[in-house]
């Protein structure tokens, strides 16, 4: 059954309604809730424990609805787009007053893992480094760092903010499904935000099913590609195969700069030889993932290869697998063929099942 709400530019009309019924129609026009009658099954249950897949339904929900902005306009999807691999296609995304956010939005497949199963440490306990210089790690405080922040979503109060999605008529039945109480509340916000992107697993590109015993799905060109990626170039060395290539722990600097004009992690704990580093950000589906680094410099993978093939700089903090045994900056000098087959290995990162599939797409429906 579908639920109606109606997003106004300036104002949000709420009328209490049954379902199939419309909303009064604002200057933004009508948006339709339109979730099935079953449900999507996003994690395996354990026990008989379904509330997994109901917290991940509804953070969803929360995760494309704009009324997390302070203005209604902006969602965590607005920069986190399912096509482009829970990334985003330009440099530096647009905030909710239609200001640049500071850094790269990164994609989010396998952001807790591959786990099939609902945990709620998966969310709540620590793990991988978080954003770009690594200032979390832990899943369900990264949530409210976007929606609290002044230039990206603008809501200073989240208790605010709980009230206010309190007021539209299909939240309290979905806190209730996933919580047992229809109560909205900032934890609950988070920890279900937290289940929906736990959810989004990357475990079916051509390289996944490559390691899952289907040797031969690999052409000529592709599998030189890995040949080369995991051994005369070491890319594996900071995108560890043995988590299939999707890498969130280190935080390193590969050399971008010789002078920092953003000093990533060094900033979070003012030690200076953390200046220039950031997190190793994860390859699942960065063929689609473009533009690439920290400040989306680069706008293709062959700009990336060429950045490690001359162009790694000698910076203050530039990590070691970047240098010679003599010291001097390792520059890798990628014959063009070579660099050709390293990207049609990347190019097998890709999952389409994931990008296309309908319970991790935007479940508010234009009318």
């Given at each position: 059954?579908?639920?109606?709400?109606?997003?106004?530019?300036?104002?949000?009309?709420?009328?209490?309604?049954?379902?199939?019924?419309k909303n009064t129609v604002t200057p933004a026009g009508t948006?339709?809730?339109d979730l099935?009658?079953?449900d999507y099954h996003y994690f395996s249950t354990r026990f008989s424990d379904s509330s997994g897949n109901a917290r991940a339904t509804l953070g969803r929900v929360l995760f494309y609805d704009g009324h997390l902005s302070l203005n209604n306009t902006i969602s965590c999807a607005s920069c986190h787009k399912q096509s482009l691999g829970f990334a985003d296609n330009v440099a530096a995304s647009v905030g909710y007053a239609g200001r640049l956010t500071k850094r790269n939005s990164k994609g989010i497949l396998n952001i807790a893992g591959i786990d099939s199963f609902y945990r709620p440490e998966l969310v709540s306990n620590p793990g991988k480094a978080l954003f770009w210089d690594g200032r979390v790690n832990i899943l369900k405080s990264l949530v409210s760092r976007p929606i609290t922040n002044h230039v990206e979503m603008g809501i200073d109060d989240l208790d605010a903010l709980a009230a206010k999605l309190s007021a539209l008529s299909f939240y309290p039945p979905l806190f209730q499904k996933a919580y047992g109480s229809p109560e909205v509340t900032p934890a609950k916000i988070s920890e279900s935000i937290?289940?929906?992107m736990a959810a989004i697993r990357s475990n079916n590109s051509k390289f996944d099913q490559y390691l899952q015993n289907n040797p031969g799905i690999l052409n000529a060109q592709e599998y030189q590609g890995m040949v080369l990626f995991n051994t005369k170039y070491n890319c594996s060395g900071c995108h560890h195969p043995g988590t299939q290539l999707y890498t969130f722990s280190d935080i390193i600097d590969i050399g971008l700069d010789q002078t920092y004009s953003d000093i990533g992690a060094g900033?979070?704990?003012?030690?200076?030889s953390n200046d220039g580093k950031f997190v190793v950000p994860s390859l699942s589906n960065v063929a689609l993932t473009a533009p690439y680094m920290h400040d989306g410099r680069f706008k293709t993978?062959?700009?990336v290869l060429d950045h490690y093939s001359h162009g790694i700089k000698n910076s203050p903090n530039l990590d070691p697998i970047f240098l010679n045994a003599d010291s001097t900056t390792?520059?890798?000098n990628i014959p063009s063929q070579e660099k050709a087959a390293i990207i049609a290995f990347l190019n097998t990162l890709t999952d389409y099942t994931t990008i296309n599939d309908v319970k991790f797409s935007n479940p508010f429906k234009v009318k």
């Open positions: 059954m579908k639920k109606l709400l109606t997003i106004g530019a300036l104002a949000v009309i709420i009328f209490a309604a049954v379902s199939c019924h948006v339709t809730l099935p009658a079953g937290s289940a929906f900033a979070v704990n003012n030690i200076s993978l062959d700009e390792l520059q890798m």
